[in-house]
């Protein structure tokens, strides 16, 4: 099926249900239980969580497949942003025209960037990719103001020229769109307690996931992903058959740079501003740990990373006490207030350090990522010998 | 040329803080080829040690003062320390005084235990593991340990200041023939670049001309050929990371009145040491040094205003600029070996 | 797909007030909606508490979180009122907002816009608020602001300074109790000349971001019209941390004045730096040198520790004011009493605003008989109100910005303990701090009109 493999097709198929199902999947609970503050199908994290994954897949081609470790990826990300908001503000809200500059500009900075970095390897390189998007940052943030609206960023206002759209209507904010569809317009199904969110802009976003996954498998099993996969495992013998590797490295790179800008166009198109901390180390590092949380190398791995990680930020960070002691109103006063105060640093504004913990026991516990845990639970289930291969035909000890 | 002056001595003084934690970072990539993303907050840690010490120097028991009301016009709670009652006021206050550099005192068998229980409990079973788990454990680890220190002191600054007698500024430009007032740097700031300069003199001295030094330097060249000759190499590493550890600690505490510590200071110069180690070159000791004082120098000159007016914005980028032309001109940096961490 | 903006919350009590039926997929239409966001069903009502928890500004963001808690205890019946009791409009009767008892949630803005807007998001569009409050810096309110506009949800920001916010970003759904970087220059500029002299040479070191370049601008402007003279400005990256090489050359400019537009962290290792220098000891061009902090917080105070002693700045609020300045700032006392009974220590200007922030909305949805954002909007235009620990305010129309009296603060030199940092020098009446609409640090940006979402 569209030129995949059995294995392939049919993880394609499943990402897809769990796209389409995702509304359902991540509303498990019933509306005002205590559990409901686990919910996460509202459409701001749906989107966000597509998003990411598409982030972390293009990532992944770079870093899973040739071992190239980016630290600067969030620059491409952030370029991509400010692509995207300049079309919005210039040209049209509608969400097409930004989002294909956010990736053209995106793919050309990378260009730029993979140019220079792919000159050296191992640290070496991360390094520099880290410098560039440091400097990005740093300019974004400071002297480059008049384009990128430093610390307050840049949203459309009803100001703006755009000179494809009419005139708005009063009273009305400029809205992204496609061709007229609202990318907030929501409808919602009722199932007794339980209510789902059907969200205009996440299926898009979704939509172009799947497509940007599927050319992701496409390349895991083309030529090129064999010859990246060479430069991993040894780049050196590589060179001595006389194979001039940087060419495919400097594919790899700007692909997954398109990838990145792809991400933050779509974060304009769904949340319609940017900011500079967008391109700040600690959001390229997040990249690289959402990849490798979920399992670098796997197809799948680097969508479940982005997931969890988002999700973690979004859900953890809102408990506080007072879900806490609602949660355990139950139990006698004494009681509660002990749950309430062992419970109590590990969210709301503690969940840094449940993230912090996770990240160390699923790399200890788990040294191939969210995705060895599938397996392990699969094969717990199948009761079969465990299956050296991941799904996707690799190995899943994860690149250097 | 005194603005020049000025900014050369500030940049030695910037780069000796750079030095001194690029050094422990590259002792562990060095010894151990572990990538230490926690290295930034053993540097925290530190300062929190100082921070620590200073808290239980004055750790206080409340008396209620009924001739003083509080804002809620409740009689007075004061604190009295309970140093002023061992030692008498005048004593005491000179001793919490002292605080920061007694607390050097407390902070090295603390870093050194903490390097230990470190590689032991959990950098031991990662040493064969892709750099990419270690980059990502360790950077877990950086996150509990700030966030630990966050839930017991919070995210505010904590003043912790040096010693009266350091207060104030030393006039170089009076000694130099300038007009006075124009080269002056603090006292603290001095004794900190003299403290730098002694612990990266004593680390070296002790790699060079110690025979547990001689087998580290072989180790790191050669660790298995170490190993076959029947050292324990290990044991050896354990130590190591034990000293990287108290050299980030020292790091800290002593810079804890430069800067007022607070929970994500590690984090701030975590990026920053690793672009000094790695212009510096991966694996050398010299070089991670050199680094930082040439990074540190070129800082201070950036920041002049005169260049600002010709580049606006250099001070933002000149580190990472400087990085690119450096890695771009000398492929292992300043003076890395061939073959570490290029894979 | 073009109903928007629904919550489930809000869609629950609606369905069952209506008893559609349960076994059977409801699918629901804009015509059963209240034809605005978040429309609050049932007998209570969301607010939404958007506050750093994590980063530098996480200590600010629970004081803020703390205001809050106790603005909804006070509006449910709760405590003892705060300023309730002496609040000029006697809407409010305890009985929560239009008789429905309010709840919030809670989120982390992490001081990053990004961030900060995904958290607003969930709490829009899973939670139902119908306001969003709280932050601790103009990146994050600007981003917050322009999200609610778009939401059609009302906007209270916390502490947010930069002229930006009720500048070139104002948004009609936003609304600024916080004062801001104009106010803080044409506040200190006449103390200032009266304590240093009319004839002083200032070097300025900048933040450099937006709310750095408008302060800097605010402050020259105004001791400028006061005679001092501008020797240099040096803008200086929000992630330094040691500013010597920065502060080493302020003596050779001849200046004898440093004025320190940065705030936080910067703020504190800037000015620790420049103590460190000695530059507060040293006499030049014959007067003493001194070094001053447009924008001051109680919690920078005590981050910059015995360095502080001295400095003057500009404070919104200080717990101190109706003791020291009279009846004028009736509620401070008032305030401070509950929020010192319930947590142990007085209020930070952060927390002040923000419990106001929510008083005041609390009291417009009240006065206009709805939630309805435009509602809320209409209230609050030109509101004029006392007993909220300022003195007499007005809210605007033109920008929604506040407009009150400003503090003038120094770092008191022998403080009784860590809350007792600063001291009331004097304040600079609402009168002069006032500015035109259309001022040129404020140009660029119109309010459009309210939004009330679906």
């Known amino acids: ?400 | 040329m005194d603005a020049i002056l000025l900014q050369i001595l500030n940049g030695l003084d910037k780069g000796s803080a750079y030095a001194l934690i690029a050094l422990g970072l590259t002792l562990i990539f060095g010894t151990l080829g572990v990538v230490n993303f926690a290295h930034g907050a053993l540097f925290m840690i530190g300062a929190f040690c100082a921070v620590t010490f200073s808290k239980l120097l004055t750790l206080s028991h409340t008396i209620i003062d009924d001739t003083r009301k509080d804002f809620l016009g409740n009689p007075m709670k004061v604190d009295v320390p309970y140093i002023h009652e061992f030692v008498g006021q005048t004593t005491g206050d000179a001793i919490i005084d002292w605080a920061v550099p007694l607390s050097i005192l407390f902070a090295v068998p603390v870093m050194i235990a903490i390097g230990f229980i470190m590689e032991r409990g959990l950098i031991k079973h990662f040493y064969k593991r892709p750099h990419a788990d270690q980059i990502l454990v360790t950077f877990g680890l950086a996150i509990v340990l700030q966030e630990v220190i966050k839930f017991f002191y919070g995210a505010n600054p904590i003043p912790t200041p040096a010693p009266a007698v350091f207060a104030g500024s030393f006039d170089f430009g009076a000694m130099l023939g300038f007009d006075p007032n124009t080269i002056i740097y603090p006292y603290w700031r001095l004794v900190y670049f003299g403290f730098a300069a002694v612990i990266i003199g004593a680390v070296f001295a002790f790699l060079q001309f110690t025979t547990f030094g001689m087998v580290v330097r072989a180790g790191m060249a050669d660790r298995e050929t170490v190993g076959l000759l029947g050292i324990n190499i290990d044991k050896r590493f354990t130590i190591m990371f034990g000293i990287a550890a108290a050299v980030a600690g020292l790091a800290g505490v002593m810079y804890a009145p430069i800067n007022s510590p607070n929970y994500h200071m590690g984090m701030d110069f975590l990026v920053l040491s690793f672009v000094v180690v790695v212009v510096g070159g991966m694996g050398s000791l010299p070089g991670a040094v050199l680094a930082g004082f040439l990074l540190g120098i070129l800082e201070s000159f950036a920041s002049m205003s005169a260049i600002l007016e010709l580049i606006p914005g250099i001070n933002q980028i000149i580190i990472y600029l400087v990085a690119i032309i450096i890695l771009l001109t000398r492929p292992r940096g300043l003076m890395g070996r061939k073959g570490v961490m290029e894979e | 797909m073009s109903f928007s903006n629904l919550t489930r919350r809000g869609l629950i009590k609606t369905s069952a007030a209506a008893g559609a039926g349960l076994a059977l997929p409801t699918y629901l239409s804009a015509a059963s909606h209240a034809g605005y966001t978040n429309a609050p069903q049932g007998d209570t009502v969301t607010l939404g508490f958007n506050v750093p928890q994590s980063g530098p500004y996480a200590d600010e963001g629970a004081d803020e979180l703390r205001a809050f808690e106790l603005a909804v205890e006070h509006l449910n019946g709760g405590g003892d009122g705060g300023m309730m009791q002496t609040f000029s409009s006697k809407a409010l009767n305890g009985t929560g907002i239009l008789g429905k008892k309010v709840e919030y949630v809670t989120g982390d803005t992490q001081t990053k816009s990004d961030a900060a807007r995904a958290s607003a998001k969930s709490m829009i569009e899973k939670d139902g608020a119908v306001m969003i409050s709280g932050g601790s810096s103009s990146g994050v309110a600007v981003a917050v602001q322009a999200l609610c506009q778009e939401a059609g949800v009302i906007f209270m920001a916390g502490l947010t300074h930069a002229n930006d916010t009720t500048g070139k970003d104002k948004r009609a759904n936003g609304f600024r109790h916080f004062f801001n970087s104009y106010m803080s220059g044409a506040a200190l500029a006449p103390i200032l000349a009266n304590e240093y002299g009319k004839d002083r040479k200032a070097y300025h070191l900048t933040a450099d971001y937006n709310w750095g370049y408008t302060t800097e601008e605010a402050v020259r402007s105004s001791t400028e019209a006061f005679g001092w003279e501008t020797v240099n400005a040096v803008k200086t990256p929000l992630t330094q941390t040691d500013f010597s090489a920065y502060i080493a050359p302020v003596l050779q400019s001849g200046a004898d004045v440093l004025v320190l537009n940065h705030y936080g962290g910067n703020m504190v290792n800037s000015l620790t730096n420049a103590v460190q220098f000695g530059l507060r000891d040293k006499m030049v061009n014959g007067k003493k040198f001194e070094i001053v902090v447009p924008l001051y917080s109680e919690l920078m105070a005590r981050g910059a520790g015995a360095n502080i002693k001295g400095i003057l700045g500009s404070q919104n609020w200080d717990w101190k004011l109706e003791d020291q300045l009279g009846s004028r700032y009736s509620g401070t006392n008032a305030f401070v009493q509950s929020f010192g009974t319930k947590y142990g220590f007085p209020p930070s200007q952060a927390a002040h605003t923000c419990y106001v922030q929510t008083m005041l909305y609390a009291d417009a949805v009240t006065r206009a008989g709805s939630f309805n954002p435009c509602a809320v909007v209409e209230a609050l235009e030109g509101f004029e109100f006392d007993g909220m620990g300022n003195g007499p305010t007005l809210y605007r129309a033109d920008d929604h910005q506040c407009f009150k009296d400003v503090v003038v603060v120094k770092g008191k030199e022998n403080p009784e303990n860590e809350y007792d940092l600063v001291e009331i020098v004097e304040v600079t009446p609402a009168d002069q701090v006032t500015y035109a609409p259309d001022h040129e640090q404020f140009a660029g940006g119109s309010l459009g009109s309210c939004n009330a979402g679906a």
């Open chain 1, 1 to 400: 099926m569209f030129g995949l493999s059995k294995r392939d097709a049919g993880l394609l198929f499943v990402v897809a249900l769990l796209c389409l199902f995702a509304p359902f999947i991540l509303n498990p609970f019933p509306e005002g239980s205590a559990m409901a503050q686990f919910n996460g199908g509202y459409p701001d994290l749906m989107q966000r969580l597509v998003i990411f994954g598409i982030f972390a897949i293009g990532f992944n081609i770079l870093f899973g497949l040739t071992g190239y470790l980016s630290f600067g990826h969030a620059a491409f990300l952030g370029v991509g942003s400010y692509a995207a908001i300049w079309m919005m503000k210039l040209l049209t809200m509608n969400v097409i025209p930004a989002i294909m500059v956010s990736v053209l500009v995106a793919g050309l900075f990378s260009l730029l960037v993979g140019w220079i970095s792919l000159r050296r390897s191992g640290i070496y390189f991360s390094i520099l990719t880290l410098a560039f998007a440091q400097m990005s940052y740093a300019l974004a943030y400071s002297v480059l103001t008049p384009i990128t609206g430093g610390e307050t960023g840049l949203q459309p206002k009803h100001t703006d020229p755009r000179i494809l759209d009419g005139a708005l209507p009063a009273g009305q904010s400029p809205r992204a769109n496609l061709f007229g569809l609202d990318m907030k317009a929501s409808t919602q199904l009722q199932l007794g307690d339980w209510v789902f969110t059907f969200n205009a802009g996440y299926y898009i976003a979704a939509a172009i996931m799947l497509v940007a996954f599927y050319l992701s498998i496409r390349i895991f099993r083309s030529p090129l992903g064999m010859m990246l996969r060479a430069v991993k495992s040894n780049q050196q013998r590589m060179n001595y058959t006389g194979l001039n590797s940087k060419p495919y490295t400097l594919a790899a790179f700007v692909i997954s740079g398109m990838y990145a800008g792809l991400a933050g166009g779509l974060l304009v198109a769904m949340d319609t501003q940017v900011g500079a901390e967008r391109m700040f180390w600690t959001a390229s590092g997040e990249v690289v740990l959402m990849t490798i949380l979920g399992g670098a190398g796997t197809l799948i791995g680097p969508i479940l990373g982005a997931g969890f990680i988002k999700y973690m930020e979004n859900i953890v960070s809102k408990i506080n006490d007072n879900v806490l002691h609602g949660w355990f109103s139950f139990m006698p006063d004494g009681i509660e207030n002990f749950m309430v105060t062992i419970i109590h640093p590990f969210v709301g504004k503690g969940w840094h350090l449940t993230l912090g913990l996770l990240f160390m026991l699923v790399v200890i516990f788990l040294p191939g990522g969210l995705v060895e845990g599938g397996q392990r639970i699969g094969n717990l289930f199948k009761r079969k010998k465990a299956d050296p291969k991941s799904p996707d035909g690799t190995t899943t000890t994860p690149a250097e």
